[in-house]
T-cell receptor
Framework: AQKVTQAQTEISVVEKEDVTLDCVYETRDTTYYLFWYKQPPSGELVFLIRRNSFDEQNEISGRYSWNFQKSTSSFNFTITASQVVDSAVYFCALSEAVGNTGFQKLVFGTGTRLLVSP | DSGVTQTPKHLITATGQRVTLRCSPRSGDLSVYWYQQSLDQGLQFLIQYYNGEERAKGNILERFSAQQFPDLHSELNLSSLELGDSALYFC?????????????FGQGTRLTVV
């Protein structure tokens, strides 16, 4: 079965510091999708990025960037110049086929709590 | 705003009771997914419906059931509630039944069982 490991339980930084959240995954599928979500204190899951396994190009969106490395099965997330509003729990997720149904579900990591102090 | 609507946002109920959580998918989406986020189990997939039919099942308890109606909204029914059922329940929807898994979730229903 698929597995997602987010080894960092909690990270504390001071505003304007750069921070990287690690995500390591295990899968036997050749085609799969990786996701990052943000869960602020209000509880909703905010979609940040979806990347398919054939696209190893790094992606940048404003202060956010993602480094996908198939060779090490990692999909790390970096926030540059962190802000207090970045404080949240961040989840990495991996798609997994559900039996032979042709459908897929998401397998989530345990999340990394990021605390950004002023 | 993901376009997926969940009601109610909060629910407090007693052990042994039954509750119904509702999810309205994005316009045009045929597939609905339910996930549970609890302190001990984390975020896990419960069940998926596509165009009214159950298509995939995850770690869903027998006390829980779901359905999808002709207007495509879905309901998750939780019965004989236990303290451990306290969790955030999320719904996601997708236009496709297969292929790319969906990315957008509703705001969740926080269930507290006392």
């Amino acid at each position: 079965a698929q597995k997602v490991t987010q080894a960092q339980t909690e990270i504390s930084v001071v505003e304007k510091e750069d921070v990287t959240l690690d995500c390591v995954y295990e899968t036997r599928d050749t085609t799969y999708y990786l996701f990052w979500y943000k869960q602020p204190p209000s509880g909703e899951l905010v979609f940040l990025i979806r990347r398919n396994s054939f696209d190893e190009q790094n992606e940048i969106s404003g202060r956010y960037s993602w480094n996908f490395q198939k060779s090490t099965s990692s999909f790390n997330f970096t926030i540059t110049a962190s802000q207090v509003v970045d404080s949240a729990v961040y989840f990495c997720a991996l798609s997994e086929a559900v039996g032979n149904t042709g459908f897929q579900k998401l397998v989530f990591g345990t999340g990394t709590r990021l605390l950004v102090s002023p | 705003d993901s376009g997926v609507t969940q009601t109610p946002k909060h629910l407090i109920t007693a052990t042994g009771q039954r509750v119904t959580l509702r999810c309205s998918p994005r316009s045009g989406d045929l597939s609905v997914y339910w996930y549970q986020q609890s302190l001990d189990q984390g975020l896990q997939f419960l069940i998926q419906y596509y165009n009214g039919e159950e298509r995939a099942k995850g770690n869903i308890l027998e006390r829980f059931s779901a359905q999808q109606f002709p207007d495509l909204h879905s309901e998750l029914n939780l019965s004989s509630l236990e303290l451990g059922d306290s969790a955030l329940y999320f719904c996601a929807s997708s236009a496709r039944g297969t292929g790319i898994p969906e990315a957008f979730f509703g705001q969740g229903t926080r269930l507290t069982v006392v």
